[in-house]
């Protein structure tokens, strides 16, 4: 390879270079006292480009999904990192060369790859049906064999899978083992066409209902409660002409409201009402309940377009300081008319990156984990640089139900990710666990992974799982049990 990365922020620095790592490392280094109990893996996914832009410049969410495996068992921890070996990077692997354009508009690739599948797998990973999958949403997952990393290829659920997309962030019922998950821009880029799927734990599809958004626009995450399904309709449009122009795929409109769209689960989707709250960014689903009448959301939301690669038709986007943000509870009255919500902060400062216990997903809860950023602590600037998205220096605990927030926070140059929590054992309390996520060591150039107590994040790490590589800045992961993957 000849060609240079560009020297953007999207490119360079310990948390943006690309890696372009594949391999394994054999029992890791680990620092305090690993828990002999925690057995399973860690899998998650990061775009990490394995060539520079075709067009000389790039966004940080186009590059080439690369899986990391972090398998736990009798206190030791073994690594494994694989490419998903997409349509799209063996046919630039073939030819030594990115053959893509811009994010998400086909028409601006190589003619050499026009009909290939435009994936990079690059967004999360979720084990289903003994399968690993890598998921963008702009396509259909690909699987891979969870213990080699192998990839087997696409993946339309043995020809059920009926649209052309499939989300990045499925959940799975805790109850049944179902897969529930959606699609947006589901027959093809541009429609308004939305599909919702339950694919029970052996992989055979038990619900799809369809339904049509007032407008395309990006749905990235969306809830699941125990009757109820919604779709977080952000303000961020697409339009077949601006992509045959060339443009990008999503154009930032701060003259729309922000939409979710609710509908029964065991309905036909007829009766999906869309509610409105004023013009923000809606960011990825802590958690969500409903108790008959009433539906409860917990999701940050921020006042503004964070999506600097996706500015609004003038070019422009809100400077980052300008725009605030908080973990929000929305609550939608099914029982009232009108087509309002109410929305209270739980947090009085800015996170992302949010999970909780997912033993209850769709179920009423207390614990959720996030990364945050406090302004107020020391931040070193110069070795940090320039960076195209929010720093996390912080990782914190929340008590949904009183509000009250433990925090930890590491030193000037430690950037978190997201936290995934493991229960202590199958039928632990919940939040009764640990949490595990990356650190990036700007000091060192380096990655960890650490583990807390999950009731004493404050505490500080109690296990440091030592890199002898260090990764690019990653997205989403999952914890699968040993006992479960052992018995795929
Ligand atoms: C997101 C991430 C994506 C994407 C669309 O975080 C939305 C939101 C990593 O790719 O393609
Ligand atoms: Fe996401």
């Known amino acids: 390879m000849t060609t240079p990365f560009p020297k953007t922020p999207e490119f360079t620095g310990t948390l943006y270079k690309p890696a372009r790592f594949e391999g394994e490392v054999y029992d890791l280094e680990i620092e305090g006292k690993m828990p002999d109990e925690i057995d399973g893996t860690f899998f998650q996914v990061a775009p990490d480009p394995q060539y520079p832009p075709m067009l000389g410049k790039d966004m940080f969410f186009n590059g080439d999904g690369i899986i990391s495996a972090f398998t736990f068992k009798n206190g030791h921890v073994d690594f494994k990192r694989r490419y998903v070996m997409t349509e799209r990077l063996k046919a630039q692997r073939a030819a030594r060369a ?5 994010y998400r508009n086909q028409y601006t690739n190589d003619p050499s790859v026009q009909d290939l599948n435009n994936s990079t797998a690059n967004t999360n990973v979720i084990v289903h049906a003994g399968k690993l999958l890598a998921l963008k949403e702009d396509s259909a997952p690909y699987a891979l064999d969870p213990v080699t990393l192998e990839t087997i290829g696409l993946w339309d659920f043995e020809g059920q899978l009926t649209s052309a997309t499939f989300t990045a962030h499925p959940k799975i019922d805790p109850v049944s083992g179902d897969l529930l998950c959606f699609g947006y821009e589901a027959k093809g880029d541009a429609t308004p066409d939305i599909v919702y799927y339950e694919i029970d734990a052996l992989g055979r599809k038990k619900r799809e209902t369809w339904i049509v958004a007032p407008y395309a626009a990006m749905i990235h995450d969306f809830a699941v409660t125990e009757n109820y399904v919604i779709f977080p309709l952000m303000p961020l449009t697409v339009d077949l002409e601006r992509l045959k122009n060339g443009g990008r795929h999503f154009q930032w409109q701060p003259g729309l409201d922000q939409l979710f769209g609710v509908l029964r689960r ?3 989707g007829r009766d999906v009402r869309w509610f409105t709250a004023p013009n923000g960014f809606q960011g990825h689903t802590l958690n969500a309940f409903d108790d008959g009448g009433r539906i409860y959301i917990d999701m940050p939301i921020t006042s503004g377009n964070i999506f600097y690669f996706f ?7 809100p400077p980052p300081e300008t725009l605030s943000s908080n973990m929000m509870r ?4 099914m029982n009232a008319r009108g087509n309002g919500l109410e929305m209270t902060p739980l947090t009085s400062f800015a996170c992302e990156f949010p999970r909780s216990d997912d033993r209850y997903m769709g179920r009423q809860y207390s614990h959720g984990f996030v990364i945050a950023m406090d302004p107020t602590k020391p931040f070193d600037e110069e070795r940090i640089g320039p960076r195209p998205f929010q720093f996390f220096n912080q990782l914190a605990h929340l008590d949904v139900t009183t509000g009250k927030a433990k925090t930890w926070f590491a030193d000037a140059q430690s950037c978190f990710q997201e936290p995934i929590f493991v229960p202590k054992h199958a039928d ?17 150039c380096a990655t960890d992974l650490l583990v807390f107590d999950a009731q004493h ?16 800045m990653s997205l989403h992961g999952n914890w699968v049990a040993g006992s479960k993957l052992a018995a795929r």
Do not use: M
Request: hydrophobic residues 35%.
């Open 98 to 102: 990115s053959l893509h354009g811009v």
């Open 457 to 472: 994040i404050n505490e500080g790490p109690i296990a440091t799982i030592k890199l002898p590589v260090r990764l690019r």
């Open 266 to 268: 065991d309905g036909d």
């Open 330 to 333: 929305l609550t939608i009255d």
């Open 428 to 444: 632990a309390p919940e939040g009764d666990g640990y949490v595990i996520g990356l650190c990036n060591r700007l000091a060192d």
């Open 311 to 317: 500015p609004q038709s003038d070019g422009t986007v």
